[in-house]
């Protein structure tokens, strides 16, 4: 089955059109390639072939070739189609065909794709394509037309995108280590001595420690959990801010000696609510893959 991305976008036609094939704009926001580069064309008939690349680190680049051609139609949609193949040996990708169109709606525009290739690299590239190529290219055509549509709608730079989504990217996932960590292993599996030091100055019996830790243990790995899964979700941050706020002062009240040991809570919350202060200041207007339709709307083209 072909990739297929469709989002809707508020904004004209034109400003669309321009971003999408203009090869120096294109690359700012499409997360597939690196660098566009236009062959100079004799006849404006022929269609435009083009030069591309994708950097894939280390200072190794996949490069390919392709060409496209433009279509206005008479009811103001518009079309591109296109072919790409690739000679690189590095390139998973043998050849390919699709087209971006371009439909006016009564709110803004459709834009929508489909596209298809077939790789190299006999069955192993084929079932590295199905379980990890094609999901990623999939996500990676979604996730970059919400950033254009952030762009054309917001106004918000693609680079600015990328900074924020990364830095977004970064807070959560530390965070949510830090709450699965502190849930599993000091909790859960190894019962620390120090948790049901904490546990029985907060105010719980020795007998009754150990079950309400473990309580706590889940409390944190089911939170953890969540933060990876509800991604875009800012009350994670929140809550996590006023968790810390309320430990520490716990700590401080029942086990003040707890704030001057080696590894101390203080510092740990207060990196925590640090981390959860950024991520919740990156988390806005970031794009996201899963505003777009991944298949054709029933009885749409």
Known sequence: MSIYVEIRIRGPMDELWRLTQTPGQHVRWDLRFTDIEYVPRPDETQPQQFLYATRIGFGLAIRGQGETVGQRDADGERTSALKFWSDDAKSLIREGAGYWRYVPTEDGLRFFTSYDYRVRF?????????LVFRPLMGWATAWSFDRLRLWIEKGIDPAVSLQRSLIHLIARLVIAFV???????????FVHADELTLMQQGGFSATAAIPALQVIGWTEVIFGLTMLVFWQQRWHFILTIFLMVAVTAGVAINSPQYLVATFDPLCRNVQMIGLAIIGLLANRDLPSARRCLRKPPEGQT
Request: hydrophobic share 55%.
């Open 122 to 130: 006999g069955a192993l590239g084929r079932v590295f394509n199905a």
């Open 179 to 189: 709450w699965l960590y502190h849930g599993i292993v000091p909790k859960l599996l």
